[in-house]
């Protein structure tokens, strides 16, 4: 049983093109978050959500844009796709209010690459 | 603004030796510690979260001390395998009390049979 799950685990695309990554937790979590991890293997936080509200916005271009239809699932839309938005993306769910006692549950990433 | 290091980058041991990871951080007013591993091509797994108020936190062969004071923390691994073979992330929770983790950028350990 996947705990978080990311669809699709590749994506490869043109620049200019937009796409969609999806992320399900069947945790029963509340919080769910995106993270990137660059080609320097830094990983940085996106965004989050808590019972589909946004608590966390972090300086991303707003090319980039979450949406969480229910509590078990959050999707990152991104818009006009660039060279540097090649990265592998993570999503993470954690027990309750995204408060810092949380273990967060990682996915298995999805690897974006442009051309 | 919170800066996570690690060091080292990349370490190679043999089969069978303690080993060390560090972990150090520029603001000590931190919540919690946690430490990750990363499987090549995998997500993060969690092997240890330290609250703020203790000192270490073991799990089997793992153990994570935390000093808030000097901002540092270590992962000691005990007897290590092969299977230990991973990049080892250390993650703090900043000031404020949200699920923000900011990361270091690991410790690539490869342990030789």
């Known amino acids: 049983d996947t705990a978080v799950s990311q669809t699709p685990k590749y994506l490869v695309t043109q620049m200019g093109n937009d796409k969609s990554i999806k992320c399900e937790q069947n945790?029963?979590?509340?919080?769910m978050y995106w993270y990137k991890q660059d080609s320097k293997k830094f990983l940085k936080i996106m965004f989050s959500?808590?019972?589909?509200?946004?608590?966390i916005n972090e300086t991303v271009p707003n090319r980039f844009s979450p949406k969480s239809p229910d509590k078990a699932h959050l999707n990152l839309h991104i818009n006009s796709l660039e060279l540097g938005d090649s990265a592998v993306y993570f999503c993470?769910?954690?027990?309750?209010?995204?408060?810092?006692?949380?273990?967060?549950?990682f996915g298995p990433g999805t690897r974006l690459l442009v051309l | 603004k919170q800066e996570v290091t690690q060091i080292p980058a990349a370490l190679s041991v043999p089969e069978g030796e303690n080993l060390v990871l560090n972990c150090s951080f520029t603001?000590?007013?931190?919540?919690?510690l946690q430490w990750f591993r990363q499987d090549p091509g995998k997500g993060l797994t969690s092997l240890l979260l330290?609250?703020?108020?203790?000192r270490e936190q073991t799990s089997g062969r793992l153990n994570a001390s935390l000093d808030k004071s000097s901002g540092r923390s270590t992962l000691y691994i005990a007897a290590s395998q092969p299977g230990d073979s991973a990049t080892y992330l250390c993650?703090?929770?900043?000031?404020?009390?949200?699920?923000?983790?900011?990361f270091g950028q690991g410790t690539t350990l490869q342990v030789k049979p």
């Open positions: 993470a769910s954690s027990r309750s209010g995204g408060r810092a006692q949380e273990t967060q549950y």
């Open positions: 945790l029963g979590h509340d919080t």
């Open positions: 959500y808590n019972n589909k509200e946004l608590i």
């Open positions: 603001d000590s007013a931190i919540y919690n």
């Open positions: 330290i609250q703020s108020s203790q």
């Open positions: 993650a703090v929770y900043g000031s404020s009390n949200t699920g923000k983790l900011i």
